[in-house]
């Protein structure tokens, strides 16, 4: 019986993650939950669910019996380090989930990682609490899932790309210009999954193909030139790995997170799973398109970012984040977001980062730079 922490419970990712706990009662007990905003429905999972340890961002008045309630960073850092825990689901959106990445991963976790913000930040410093601890990491983001799939099937040194597959978001067809004006609301109707609205909203700009370009690279160890995006608008295919010999695999299933999440808890073990099967007769036929880097500044931006290394991987996420809380609010257009990003890779003086102070400043100086430009922008 292997006992799971979920951090971020509330979530997309996190309630699919409940779900497959709760597919597996003879393999899976839920110790622990955690949430950031929403504090009724969190109280709602806690009340239903059980778990012994509950955590929230800020302090609350709950009290459930048998569940222990605790608050802030340092409590889900604690709980993601927590004994009774074997596998860490790590559901948290943005760049908060990196402290308690490398607190779950320092503890010698199996972190189950829906997270790319983390990896993308983290850098050497995950790889270094890996080696501490001795976890694991495993990912549940569905393209880098795909990839960990098919690498199975050959050596590093006999692979030769990878391939990610991109449904291109719901703006892929349309010009530039079109998109001026386009809405929150509009923005985050993502065509093929359901997802958290900052990852949709990071499916429409491409800025989440963008972080998984570099999360490929962290997770699997390859350089930019070895990573290819390809347009795969029916979302069947989840990414693929291009070998030496001319073989290519692929990874196909229905667009169900709850697969990956999944594999990630039980691997190397395959276990029957609440996704639907995938019947490819029922499937429309499969397209690839190549994207054009000039028209996604976001994909261009984040293979300069991965190719210069140091904190412009941080900038980038940062300057991201800060854009999309802007323009939920209002305060910045959709173009402005991969606009304001470029101002504040820009801006930034470049330098390696060798801690996480490094990379909290540089997240911070992204942050404001990204509202320098929103501010210059509001003049005009
Ligand atoms: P979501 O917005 O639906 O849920 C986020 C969860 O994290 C919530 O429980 C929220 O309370 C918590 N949270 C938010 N800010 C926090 C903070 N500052 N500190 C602690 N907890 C915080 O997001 P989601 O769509 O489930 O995505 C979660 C992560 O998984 C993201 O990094 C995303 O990129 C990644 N991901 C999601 C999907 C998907 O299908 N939703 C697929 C691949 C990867
Ligand atoms: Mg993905």
Redesign the pocket.
Known sequence: MKHVAI????????T?ALDVVKAHPDRFALYGV?????EDA?LALVQAERPRRAVF?RPINAAVPGVAFSFG?EA?CDLAADPQVDIVVL????I??LMPLLAALRAGKRVAI????SLVCGGDLVREALRQGGGELLP???EQSAIFQCLQNGRREEVEKLILTASGGPFFQRKREELKDITPAQAVKHPT???????SL?SATLM?KG?EVMEAARLFGFSGDEIDVLIHPQSLIHSMVAYRDGTVMANLSRAD?RLPIQYAMTYPERVPSPARPLKLYEQPSLTFIRPDMDRFPALKMAYFCLKAGGGCPVVYNGANERAAELFFAGELGFLEIEESVAYALDGFVNRPMTGLDDILAADGEARRLVDAFQRTRSFT
């Open positions: 951090l971020g419970s509330t979530g997309s990712i996190g699919q955690s949430a950031h905003s929403r969190f961002s960073e889900l559901a948290v959106s943005g908060a989930a829906a997270n790319k913000e549940v983001d569905s999954w359901s997802m958290g609205r900052k990852i990071d989440n972080l997170m």
